[in-house]
């Protein structure tokens, strides 16, 4: 019986060393390439592109209706301005999420599991009262591991559902913007004198006020298309991990802390950043 529970022990731990050589050597390599997420860093990508082309006509339509006579669009233009910081915040979510992507598949399976293998053959190569409670850890060590790099594929899949969507409907907005932006500065010739009144009116439907309104939608479709981009790059990741977060928690029985952050809090200070 002991011969059996021996050959036992020798075979699940040579199993576990091969897992944490494996796990070490080749799939660490695998899921920390670049390779592997081709369809990730793609949509990654088009999304960053979608943001900086934004940021950039947002910047030239902010300085360009700044050429209207008196302070007519003046407030259109602060609050065009006022943009770049959503844009900015935006961006470093999009590169965190790239860095993650590779980070979470190293930490995974070149450092969790390996160190999970290495204590699973400790508690079966060390018989003691304690053996079982070292295999529980173990164990729970892959279950985290494994969910850990899971957030950011999740995450991708579904936010690359929604940004198909919206996809055509933010290039239409930088089209707009960008033709807008163009027919003012014809019309004006990018400086501000005393007769660019008349220049608008001759040249663009509607006159001042027409440009006006024509930057106003635009103003409210940019606004649009930041909302959904904060939404798949920010809300849903954070979202996701929050639901991976709850999921360790229950497989495992690791308590992970979330700070406590009051909606009136984050509400006050988003009102702040629109004034």
Not at 54 to 70: D, F, K
Not at 158 to 169: G, M, N, P, R
Not at 219 to 233: D, F, G, K, M, P
Not at 236 to 257: E, M, Q, R, S
């Amino acid at each position: 019986m002991e011969r059996t529970e021996m050959r036992r022990t020798i075979i699940i731990v040579a199993v576990l060393a091969v897992i944490a050589l494996v796990s070490f050597f080749w799939i660490s390599g695998i899921a920390s390439s670049e390779d592997s997420f081709q369809g990730t860093y793609s949509s990654l990508d088009e999304k960053r592109t979608n943001v900086t082309e934004l940021m950039g006509v947002t910047a030239a339509s902010s300085t360009a209706i700044s050429l209207l006579p008196g302070d007519a669009g003046t407030p259109i233009a602060e609050q065009l301005a006022d943009l770049s910081g959503y844009f900015m915040f935006i961006l470093a979510a999009i590169y965190l999420e790239k860095w993650m992507v590779t980070m979470t598949g190293m930490l995974a399976f070149k450092i969790l599991i390996p160190i999970a293998c290495l204590i699973l053959i400790a508690a079966y190569l060390y018989a003691a009262e304690t053996a079982d409670k070292w295999k529980e850890v173990g164990v729970k060590l892959i279950l985290f591991a494994l969910m850990v790099f899971a957030i950011i594929p999740v995450s991708g899949i579904v936010t690359e559902k929604i940004d198909a969507s919206y996809q055509k409907s933010v290039q239409q907005t930088i089209e707009d913007t960008r033709n807008d932006t163009k027919q003012l500065n014809d019309a004006t010739g990018g400086k501000k004198d005393e007769g660019i009144a008349d220049k608008i009116a001759q040249k663009i439907k509607g006159g001042v006020s027409g440009t006006l309104d024509k930057f106003e939608n635009t103003l409210n479709r940019i606004t649009e298309a930041i909302a959904v981009l904060i939404v798949t790059s920010c809300a849903i990741p954070l979202a996701v991990l929050l639901f991976f977060i709850w999921l360790i928690k229950l497989l495992t029985g690791v308590n992970i802390p979330i700070p406590h952050i009051r909606a009136s809090k984050v509400i006050g200070k988003m009102k702040m950043g629109l004034d």
